[in-house]
């Protein structure tokens, strides 16, 4: 069983940055590959960003290439979301996951998943 921990969300102006940690401890992290979902209010939770067990391949939303990027620390246990030049559009909460494929986009592929961290971007 994995337990993973979402932290870095916050209020932050349009165009400004911030950076998510996901935290897992209960397993064997390194077995698992890790994704970034966002929830609007009133929205589905949506696809974000994906990551192989290794950093080796990595998928992103249309929404967020080249502004977004995920990457993780095995020796930490942790998966981050760097994320630039943001948007009021990308307010939302955000929730980490770990998933036993090799790497998915599919929500329902996801075996974990954290508590969310909240986003917002405001003036």
Not at 35 to 59: H, M
């Amino acid at each position: 069983q994995v337990q993973l921990v979402e932290s870095g969300g916050g209020l932050v102006q349009p165009g400004g940055s911030l950076r998510l940690s996901c935290a897992a401890s209960g397993g064997t992290f390194s077995s698992y590959s890790g994704g970034w979902f966002l929830q609007a209010p009133g929205k589905e939770r949506e696809f974000v960003a994906a990551i192989s067990w290794n950093g080796g391949i990595r998928k992103y939303a249309d929404s967020v290439k080249g502004r977004f990027t995920i990457s993780r620390d095995n020796g930490q246990n942790t998966v981050y979301l760097e994320m630039n030049k943001l948007k009021p559009d990308d307010t939302a909460v955000y929730y980490c996951a770990a998933s036993t494929a090799v790497i998915t986009t599919a929500r329902d592929r996801y075996n974990y998943w954290g508590q969310g961290t909240q986003v917002t971007v405001s003036s």
